[in-house]
Structures are given as C-alpha cells and as structure tokens.
C-alpha cells in the first residue's frame, strides 16, 4: 500500500503523523511512504531523515492525496483537504466529528474510509491512540493556566505553588479520566491545592489512593460545582463521552460568581467543550474573556510541543496503522477494538456517537463493511 503523510496545516499546528522511526517501520512491512516536503519540519525532521527512513518526498499535498491509498495526519483534514479525499481511500487521524458537521459532510460527501484516533478502544475498554495526546493536554493545561493567571495576561497574579506564608491557587479539575489525572499530578507538583470531581465512585478511590492526600476528591454533582467554581482560581475541563460533544458543565451563570482573573482552560474543546461560555482559540491568541474570567481554548493544545507529541502519538497509532496498511479494510471487519475507530465510511457515519450529535443516519460498522 502507498501511505501518503501531507504536512499539517491546522493553525499553529507542528505535529507530523509519521514521524522517520515509524516510516522505517512501514517500509519494512513492505509499503511505499510518500512524505510531503517539510512535514517533519515542526519536529526537527528533514526530507533527507525520512528519505534515509526509506520515505519518498512529494513536491506538495496534492501529489499526496493524490497518489495514496492511505493519508496518516494528526488533525482532522481542513477544507482545502477533505475536498481531496476519495472513494476507496482510508484517512488515519483525529477527527472529533460530533461537534465539526461541515467536516463531517466532507467526508461523507468525498466516500472516504475515516478512522478516528479517538475512538479506538482496547481490550479493557480503554482509548490508546487518544490517551498520549490527553497526557500532553493534561499537563499542558497547568502550565496554560499558571501563565494565564499572571498579572500581564489579565489573571489574578498569583504563582500557583505560592510561597511560604502565601496560599497557593486553587485548582478544580472536572473529570479525573486521563487528561485529569494528568492536569492534577502537574497541578500538585507545582504545589496547589487541588480538587478532582467526578462521577465514578471507584476512580474517586482510585485517585484517593493515587495521590494520597497530595489532591483532594469530590464526587461531581451542580451543587459540588456551583461551590468549586466560586472558590477556583484555575478550573481545567477534562471530560470526555467517545466521539460525543461534551456535556455543557459549567453554566454562564456559574461564571458570575467565579472570582476577576481566575482562568478556565477548556481540554474538551475538541469535542466542542465542557463550559458552556467555550469556543476553540489558537495557539496563535488563546484566550479570550468572558465575565472577567479568562477563557483558555485552544483546540490542538499538544501542537505546542510536536516533537513530545508526534513520538507519543506515533508510539500508540502505530501497531493499528499497519494493520491497516497490511489489510485494507478486512483489518476493520477483523479487529474489533480497531473497528470501533470508523467513523465514516463510503458516505455513511458509522460511529453511533457521532450520528446522534449530527442528528445523521447511523450504519453498524460491520453493515457498512
């Protein structure tokens, strides 16, 4: 099979789907890799390292998806892109289509056969190929928000470990699957105080033991919210529903009572956010205000740091990525925990999730296959 790599191009956006170790990997399996030039320039990568992988390099993105039969990104495909997509090819990448139906049509539209990193599972339910980049967001999110509160961007001044005689800054997390887990260890590392809410008693003693006092729990109900909120100078968002919109947690009105300068950072914006006062920024102006409280938005957040990010992601997508190079579609029908990845096949949408946010007609996987 002939891999096509174009270079991304999603604002601010460094990250590279192959990096030149899983090239050599793909190469090995006996596959051509088609790199476009300069997309390996955000991670420090030259045409001549994925030349020396084993890669060919094209002039440009049309020669790419043009002539490949598989397109590995690491965002979900932009317009100029989705229009570029065929019948019969298979795109490999994020996608987030709950909360993206002009994207989603695209592809419905172009007859692709869409796999989605997010909604991949393993055999103990989990979500490999989201779990890295939910680690990087995760901690990624603190150090947004601990820039965020400084005087000079409009936060409340505060250091967020403090220092002796000073009380550190208070940070809620919502959620403690990954991306909370992850926002939390950093988050007590500098040395605030920190609270975790969530809605399953078992993670809530998972946490508890995990962090040993280091971070507080709380089971997350309107009233735990209201209360956290009010008291919160930082408050990271970090639910998830696979391939869902994320639910609205925090209301406009929660906000009114949230102190001047304190900062909400919003890691579920891909899945269009868990704030209801949310819309996706840039890393080129990330944040934005909205009743005195400072909004951080941005919707590719692991793009900050590419070379961390793209050998993270490549490690996780992988394995799944050469199945479907070696198979085509038969690894799809074959693998179940891979299969559960397709959202979008030959124009129909066949991840349940997705087709009841786009109020979209819903085809089983292995119908549409």
């Not at 999603?10 to 192959?18: F, M």
């Not at 209360?227 to 930082?234: F, G, L, N, P």
Request: aromatic content about 6%; charged content about 20%; proline content about 5%.
């Amino acid at each position: 099979m002939r891999v096509g790599v174009p270079k991304e191009i999603k604002n601010h956006e460094y990250r590279v789907g192959l990096v030149p170790g899983s090239v050599r990997e793909y190469v090995q399996n006996g596959h051509e890799v088609l790199i476009e030039t300069g997309a390996g320039a955000g991670i420090k990568a030259t045409d001549a390292d994925y030349e020396a992988a084993g890669a060919k390099i094209a002039p440009d993105a049309k020669s790419v998806f043009e002539q490949s039969d598989m397109i590995v990104k690491v965002k979900e495909p932009q317009p100029s892109e989705w229009v570029q997509l065929r019948e019969g090819q298979i795109l490999y990448t994020y996608l987030h289509l709950a909360p993206d139906p002009d994207q989603a049509r695209g592809l419905i539209e172009s007859g692709v056969t869409a796999v989605a990193y997010e909604t991949v599972t393993d055999p103990r339910g989990g979500l490999p190929l989201l779990a890295p980049m939910s680690e990087v967001a995760g901690r990624l999110s603190i150090q947004a928000a601990a820039y965020a509160l400084t005087a000079h961007q409009g936060g409340r001044g505060l250091l967020m470990g403090g220092v002796p005689g000073v009380l550190p800054a208070k940070v809620l997390v919502i959620g403690g699957g990954v991306v909370g887990t992850h926002a939390a260890r950093m988050a007590v590392g500098l040395g605030a105080d920190v609270t975790i809410l969530d809605r399953s008693q078992r993670r809530l003693a998972e946490l508890d033991e995990l962090f040993n006092g280091r971070a507080k729990t709380r089971y997350s109900t309107f009233e735990a919210l209201d209360e956290e909120t009010d008291v919160a100078d930082v408050v990271v968002g970090a639910v998830l529903i696979p391939g869902a919109s994320a639910p609205k947690l925090v209301t406009r009105e929660m906000l009114k009572g949230m102190k001047d300068g304190s900062v909400l950072v919003d890691v579920a914006i891909d899945q269009g956010g868990c704030f209801e006062t949310s819309k996706a920024t840039t890393h080129q102006d990330p944040t934005y205000v909205v009743d005195d409280v400072i909004h951080y938005c941005v919707a590719n957040m692991p793009g900050a740091v590419p070379l961390t990010s793209s050998h993270a992601l490549n490690n996780a997508t992988l394995a799944y990525g050469l199945m479907l190079a070696n198979n085509g579609t038969a690894a799809l029908r074959e693998n179940p925990y891979l299969r559960e990845g397709l959202n979008v096949h030959r124009g129909k949408v066949t991840y349940k999730a997705v087709a009841e946010a786009l109020n979209s007609d819903f085809t089983p996987a292995l119908e549409a296959l």
